[in-house]
């Protein structure tokens, strides 16, 4: 069983930061990809930022150069670093893990519980 505890949400003005964490724990040999995706009221949930197990990224157009992810792998956990946000950053973050628990086993997906994130004057 594996377990994603996320942290960091809140309110903040636009301009500001927020720094985004997701711990994983349980049966776990090694994780491939951490994603974080975003779900604004009345949106589909979109992919804001991943990261593989070599530490190359992706990022959504909007957010490149605002947001940043990164991993400790010592401590199974993905950060997102968010800065210079918008109103329109205003949305539920969910982490999403690709893991394997055995080193022969399949990959498997796991999201975290998610974390609000409210960007507001």
């Known amino acids: 069983q594996v377990q994603l505890v996320e942290s960091g949400g809140g309110l903040v003005q636009p301009g500001g930061s927020l720094r985004l964490s997701c711990a994983a724990s349980g049966s776990i040999f090694s994780i491939d990809t951490m994603n974080w995706y975003r779900q604004a009221p009345g949106k589909q949930r979109e992919l804001v930022a991943s990261i593989t197990g070599g530490g190359s990224t992706k990022y959504e157009d909007s957010v490149k150069g605002r947001f940043t992810i990164s991993r400790d792998n010592a401590k199974n956990t993905v950060y997102l670093q968010m800065n210079s946000l918008q109103p329109e950053d205003t949305a539920v973050y969910y982490c999403?893990?690709?893991?394997?628990?055995?080193?022969?086993?399949?990959?498997?997906?796991?999201w975290g519980q998610g974390t609000q994130a409210i960007v507001s004057s």
């Open positions: 999403n893990v690709r893991l394997r628990s055995s080193l022969v086993g399949p990959l498997y997906e796991y």
